[in-house]
């Protein structure tokens, strides 16, 4: 009787933890110079007429500032990708908005994932037991409809989105799309919120985060992803007969 050889741990080599400690240092640095404070809506009242006067001069390396910003923040896992959608829709109108949200967003979610794989994937999914494969073959029998629901619906952090798939053994091709496709919606409505907001500032109106997700637009993210989940059921259905 052959005796089951036991499975390889990849070796936790400082090489791994390279890109650990580039996110946490990006991170401290982030907080420690107080650059939190240019990602608010406050900022943006107070800047938003020399941003709008600047994006008309240099439109195209405006374009590509912006995308930088965008992607490095969602690459380093910053807080306010919020205020910096809003911010496209300001600078950039509710179609252009999008389109460099939407693009800068699903680059910066990329390079995180793929952070996540190179990093520490093969090894913290070696260490975590028996459950893991479970879990892994059965999301990524899905892959895309799960992450288009995790997209659609804003219910974990964004950030968690971008590392758990790589955990899972999600292929990047399915990752990327999931991600393009999925923060459409969401991506448009901030930005639409954001083409009207200079009227807003100009006219010296307040404006809060909390009236954009109404109850009626959630209801409309959910009715996607449920959209989203069809072949998944339709699958399961197939399976039982």
Excluded: C
């Excluded at 409505?189 to 637009?217: C, I, M, N």
């Amino acid at each position: 009787m052959t005796q089951k050889s036991p499975s390889v741990v990849p070796p936790l080599t400082w090489r791994r933890f390279i890109p650990v400690v580039v996110l946490l240092t990006g991170l401290g640095l982030f907080f420690s110079l107080g650059l939190e404070r240019y990602l608010s809506l406050e900022a943006l009242r107070q800047h938003h007429g020399v941003l709008r006067a600047w994006v008309e001069t240099s439109y195209v390396f405006a374009a590509g500032l912006f995308m930088g910003i965008y992607i490095l923040a969602v690459a380093f896992s910053l807080p306010g990708a919020t205020i910096l959608t809003i911010a496209g829709g300001l600078l950039f109108g509710a179609l252009w908005g999008t389109v460099l949200t939407v693009v800068s967003a699903t680059l910066g979610a990329t390079i995180l994932f793929h952070l996540a794989q190179t990093a520490l994937g093969d090894t913290l999914r070696s260490r975590a037991g028996a459950w893991l494969p479970r879990l892994e073959a059965g999301f990524k029998a899905n892959a895309l409809s799960y992450l288009l629901v995790l997209r659609l619906v804003p219910l974990f952090p964004f950030f968690i989105v971008n590392l758990v798939p790589a955990l899972l053994g999600v292929p990047s091709m399915t990752f990327i799309a999931g991600t393009f496709l999925g923060i459409i919606p969401g991506s448009f409505v901030y930005t639409t919120v954001g083409a009207g907001l200079g009227s807003v500032f100009d006219a010296g109106e307040t404006f809060s985060l909390a009236g954009v997700l109404t109850p009626q637009l959630l209801m409309a993210l959910v009715g996607l992803a449920v959209l989203a989940m069809l072949p998944v059921a339709y699958k399961k259905w197939l399976a039982r007969r």
